[in-house]
């Protein structure tokens, strides 16, 4: 009778990572055998192992060999950052200093219910970091410059801080960038709740003609109560987010989630950003015909309800409302603040094309947007007049027109855009003389685009009108 084989003894691993961090544990065949978020701390067997740790976008891999009986502990790498450093902050301790280092307030507005706080990383020594940062109201108009608003402070700090007291409402921040053009991003202001945004001011230019301007692109952004200064952990997950969001990183963000629902939520926006990152990860699995996890769902849906109780109103809350209801009825004639939530308004315009109304900012940016980052950009210097009133038509009858009219011309016109070209390129792939409803054609070209070009049905409209026009004078 053979005896089995013992069992190996097992030994304790463990890591001291942040919370937020991951970390894998990866075995000598390639396999996963532990993942945590967070300190890690598991049993193994004797054997060489890769641990992983992942910091936001930062990565960082080391192998441990386990061979017993005593406890191994891996080492945080000293470059993924620690979660307890405070001197990787200098802004924070800028920002929590006396008095003289606090944020120069403006009055953009009486009676204000919020705040938008900008602390601006200062670049070369005497270069203003908000040089052609203007805030603006939704209609567009001039509320603060805040170059001219918040002189360089004195003595010199290495962050200038601006508050600009707002009624609740949506808002414009436009950024003047010389030769390279102008771009606008939403800012929402909630009620008795500050915004804040924190950025660094990077070079432009050329070391002859250097052109300093605040990096809104990769810019943090968080919320709390108006008066509370950030802790350095509430900067920390504000900045990380990002790349969960990106990732997506949904099981860090599902770990988050988690602790968040129930609880009280210190920052809102990245509540909202996190509940965006099981969105973002629960639409990707639907396009590659996973089913997506009722478990997310039920996390962004607990997540909403608290959300409503403290910031209503808020537009990228509002795009996580309208995902777990597309019936629900709402309209986004401005744009949210994140990219995530564009992709949420553009998918439901399919059906429901009234989400983005014709003429409004959201439908003439669409054709703009500008970089690729968290945060929903447009270039601002390129945005067209509203299309001038037409002959009104069934959509239909305007698409059927487009392509007969493209047909008959057989060349396209110089000035036609590039939407304009992806509309017509989809709609000549259509038959629209066959049998099948118009309504269910309309819907494929939608998608289409929705999906390739990221654009709601306002845009694809108001693209088809301005390509008929063009295409009828080549033909006159």
Known sequence: MSRSNPEPPSVRLFAQAGSDSEV????????????????????????IYKVKFRRGTTVRETTTIVSGPSDVEVAVPADLGSPDVAASQPEVQAMASPAPDRPKRVSARPAPGGELVLDLRLGAAGAHPAEGLTVHDASGALLTDVRRECPLPQPPSPTLACAVSLRPGAYRLRLARGPF????????ICD?????????????????????????????????PIGQQPSTETLRYADTVKSWLAGPQSTIATAHAERLAGTPIADPLFAISVAHTLVRQSMIDREFGKTPSKDQRALVARLVAQLETLVPGHPDLASLALWLTP?????????????????????????RPAIVPAGSLSALMAEHLWGSQTWLAWRFDLLGAPAESAPKRSRSSLFQAVVQAAGALGTMPSSVTDLERAVLTRLQGLDTGDSAPITKKLRVVSAQLARGVG??????????????????????
Do not use: C, Y
């Open 24 to 47: 894998f544990v990866i075995d000598h065949a390639f396999q996963l055998v532990a993942r945590a978020v967070g300190p890690l701390d598991v049993q193994v067997s004797p054997g």
């Open 181 to 188: 053009g102008t771009i606008e991003q939403s800012i929402a």
């Open 192 to 224: 008795k709740w500050q915004t804040r945004l924190s950025a660094t001011a990077i070079d432009l230019g050329t070391s002859s003609a250097p052109l300093w301007r605040a990096d809104l692109a990769n810019a943090t952004l968080m919320m709390g």
């Open 327 to 351: 019936q629900r009825t709402i309209a986004f004639a401005l744009p949210p603040m994140l990219r995530s939530s564009w992709a949420i308004i553009v998918a439901a315009s399919v059906r």
């Open 455 to 476: 654009v709601p049905m306002a845009s694809v409209d108001r693209a088809a009108s301005s390509l008929l026009a063009k295409l009828s004078r080549g033909t006159e």
